[in-house]
């Protein structure tokens, strides 16, 4: 695949209030979205699909009483949804804790992606005072996101997986440091698994030695060593604020002015990469990006894409390919389609291993094959 040039803007404004954005080449991918004078203070987008278990326990962690929408807080009776079948633990935040994104007004925005599991009938029903985008078909994780911020009004836009669940005092740590660091255009929290352990969230932009390690693993102080685009201060348990060149999907914080200069995510990113095709956008256009240890995230991750396996491995090769051609040179690109082919012949090969030693049924085999010759054909 030869690199190729693809356009990130082509949004102007319209005479209207609120949101602005309108397409000037439609086959342009990415989204400028402008605000006039916005009202909101944090607008938090969740996209998802089929996860309606898991949104529940989402919700309550940023949605702690109704006056998130702007009612009266003296009146405000704090609301509880029906509890999810999932054990989830949620720890409600204290008065102490909820500070910034309560005291200033805060939106929701849910969009669902089509969702066959009654997300969209049972989030009217249970959380009316979340705003829902539901669309007939599943638009993919960056063009359901620049829906969701083409109609937000917040300063702040908190991009959120609906498997996450919000630690308290977490928020208001992440916009404490954004509104001290007016050159920090993105942000993200620690992240960690269900069990406390540390999920990365931290990574250099990738090159051809991370494809290399992520299908060929050698020593595994290669995996987390810098060679591997990792940051070894996330190991830190105290480690202060540090900047990075990008974090994972799951849970972003964006200043508003840095959608406006540099528009939403490339919609020719169906799952996976945009997020660091936007971050790689948002740092050339000379915003910093941080983590923020000190705010944590549990993220479940995958609760939605493990659904689809092994469509979605084939959909983050894509990604990855397409990323290579938009952002490296040819010679990167074909080297890195060489080693994921090469790739694939080998797991291929592991793949009959084990089931000629027993370790793998016949169906599952078959599926892993199938999957593997797909993202070699791509």
């Not at 987008?45 to 326990?57: E, F, G, P, Q, Y």
């Not at 969702?115 to 993919?140: C, E, H, K, M, Y």
């Not at 900047?243 to 939403?264: F, S, T, Y």
Request: with cysteine.
């Amino acid at each position: 695949m030869e690199a190729q040039s693809l356009p990130d803007g082509g949004w102007r404004k319209r005479a209207t209030s609120g949101i602005i954005a309108q397409r000037t080449n439609p086959d342009q991918r990415s989204t400028k979205l402008t605000v006039n004078n916005p009202p909101i203070y944090l607008s938090i987008i969740i996209v998802t699909w089929n996860s309606r278990t898991l949104l529940d326990a989402c919700l309550r962690s940023v949605s702690p009483a109704p006056w998130a929408v702007g009612g009266d807080r003296s009146a405000a009776t704090p609301h509880r949804a029906a509890q999810s079948s999932t054990p989830i633990a949620v720890t409600e935040p204290t008065d102490s804790q909820r500070t910034a994104h309560d005291l200033r007004r805060t939106e929701i925005i849910v969009v669902d992606n089509a969702s066959t599991d009654g997300t969209a009938a049972w989030l009217r029903a249970a959380w009316p005072q979340v705003r829902l985008i539901a669309g007939p078909v599943n638009l993919g994780f960056g063009r359901a996101n620049n829906r969701g911020m083409a109609v937000a009004r917040g300063a702040w836009l908190l991009l959120l997986n609906p498997d996450t669940v919000v630690q308290p005092g977490a928020l208001d740590r992440l916009l404490a440091f954004g509104e001290s660091r007016p050159a920090a255009g993105l942000i993200a929290p620690r992240l960690r698994y269900s069990d406390g352990s540390l999920q990365r969230n931290a990574f250099r932009f990738p090159g051809a030695v991370q494809v290399a390690l992520d299908l060929f693993p050698l020593h595994p102080r290669l995996l987390e060593s810098p060679l591997n685009g990792r940051y070894p201060a996330e190991q830190r348990s105290t480690a202060a604020p540090f900047q990075i060149d990008h974090p994972l999907g799951a849970a972003m914080l964006v200043r508003r002015a840095v959608v406006d200069e540099v528009g939403g995510f490339d919609e020719g990113f169906f799952m996976y990469a945009e997020e660091v095709d936007w971050c790689r956008r948002i740092r050339a256009a000379g915003w910093e990006i941080w983590q923020v240890p000190a705010a944590e995230i549990v993220h479940l991750a995958g609760q939605s894409t493990r659904q689809r396996a092994g469509q979605m491995y084939v959909e983050l090769w894509r990604a990855r390919y397409r990323y290579f051609a938009k952002h490296r040179s040819r010679a990167v690109s074909r080297a890195v389609r060489v080693l994921v082919r090469l790739g694939m012949i080998r797991k291929a090969l592991a793949v009959a291993w084990d089931q000629a030693r027993g370790r793998l049924a016949a169906a599952e085999a078959r599926a892993l094959r199938r999957t593997y010759g797909a993202v070699f054909r791509l």
